[in-house]
């Protein structure tokens, strides 16, 4: 079955770019019919939509607007991965940021989550 | 865009029914058949219950039902059972031009 794997770390500091890569197993990176997705969860602002990447014949990126200027998702097709990347943070980026893959518009498979914080 | 409005909390005995709504608008639930609902256990991540509004994954329990009307969409739990306790959330595809996708404000389901 498909499993997600996130790795990363848990601390960054403000102003700095928070990096997260998520492993892919049982799928590939390159589908056809997937989506691969980040996702981040805080208190104050719930489940949030980051942005996704995926392969339809040559690759796509989209992005939420509330992050658009800062955020990278990067496909590796080598490790049959993906990651993120969210420039000049601040502590408002504190989350657990997670990765999920999607499939007919529903994020069927998750990772386990990353706890983010953003301090000095 | 706003998050789709859930109730913060619902409650029910064992074996009962309860339902929790999730209300957008015609640019999201209303406009689409992408409705989908999770389930997060504390510490965990979010798990998918019902998919294309209606649609059970494999292997989530029939006890889990999706429906919709109108711009808003409903998740019903039927003979409710202690490990059904946990957080639930509803998502959405949405045409916003900010985003495409939009989850709720998240519901608690407690087990009296």
């Known amino acids: 079955q498909v499993q997600l794997q996130q790795s990363g770390p848990g601390l960054v500091k403000p102003s700095q770019t928070l990096s997260l890569t998520c492993a892919i197993s049982?799928?590939?990176?390159?589908?056809?019919?997937?989506?691969w997705n980040w996702i981040r969860q805080s208190p104050s602002r719930g489940l949030e939509w980051l942005g996704r990447t995926y392969y339809r014949s040559k690759w796509y990126n989209d992005y939420a607007v509330s992050v658009k200027s800062r955020i990278t998702i990067n496909p590796d097709t080598s490790k049959n991965q993906f990651s993120l990347q969210l420039n000049s943070v601040t502590p408002e980026d504190t989350a657990v940021y997670y990765c999920?893959?999607?499939?007919?518009?529903?994020?069927?498979?998750w990772g386990q989550g990353t706890m983010v914080t953003v301090s000095s | 865009q706003s998050a789709l409005t859930q109730p913060a909390s619902v409650s029910g005995s064992p074996g009962q029914s309860i339902t929790i709504s999730c209300t957008g608008t015609s640019s999201d639930v209303g406009g689409y058949n992408y409705v989908s609902w999770y389930q997060q256990h504390p510490g965990k991540a979010p798990k998918l219950m019902i998919y294309?509004?209606?649609n059970r994954p494999s292997g989530v329990s029939n006890r889990f039902s999706g429906s919709k009307s109108g711009n808003t969409a409903s998740l019903t739990i039927s003979g409710l059972q202690a490990e059904d306790e946990a957080d639930y959330y509803c998502?959405?595809?949405?045409?916003?031009?900010?985003?495409?996708?939009?989850f709720g404000t998240g519901t608690k389901v407690t087990v009296l």
């Open positions: 294309d509004v209606s």
């Open positions: 998502s959405s595809y949405t045409s916003s031009s900010t985003l495409f996708y939009v």
């Open positions: 049982g799928d590939s990176v390159s589908s056809n019919s997937a989506a």
């Open positions: 999920a893959k999607t499939e007919n518009d529903a994020f069927d498979i």
